[in-house]
Nanobody, 120 residues
């Protein structure tokens, strides 16, 4: 079984910073693309940032220049450094990863989510 566990969420003032982490564990053969999504109350889940296994990145326009996605393949861990946080960044942030197990079965996995609240 594969698990994704997010951490690092919390309450922060506007203009502040947070660093989210997502650790993958279990029977993993390879991890391909990893991504952060978020879902605000009453809104659809949206893509925040994505990183390929080779380190190529892409960002939603709303966070470009304020967030940095990275990964440590040796630790099966992904990060999201969020700076200059705005009220509209408030959401539950979810980790997503495309993972192949030792049986060569490949599928997407999701974490349970971590709450980020930006408030003064």
């Amino acid at each position: 079984q594969v698990q994704l566990v997010e951490s690092g969420g919390g309450l922060v003032q506007p203009g502040g910073s947070l660093r989210l982490s997502c650790a993958a564990s279990g029977t993993i053969f390879n991890i391909y693309a990893m991504a952060w999504y978020r879902q605000a109350p009453g809104k659809q889940r949206e893509l925040v940032a994505v990183i390929s296994s080779g380190g190529s990145t892409d960002y939603a326009t709303s966070v470009k220049g304020r967030c940095i996605i990275s990964r440590d393949n040796a630790k099966n861990t992904m990060y999201l450094q969020m700076n200059s946080l705005k009220l509209e960044d408030t959401a539950v942030y979810y980790c997503n990863a495309n993972i192949m197990d030792p049986s060569y079965w490949r599928r997407d996995y999701w974490g349970q989510g971590t709450q980020v609240t930006v408030s003064s």
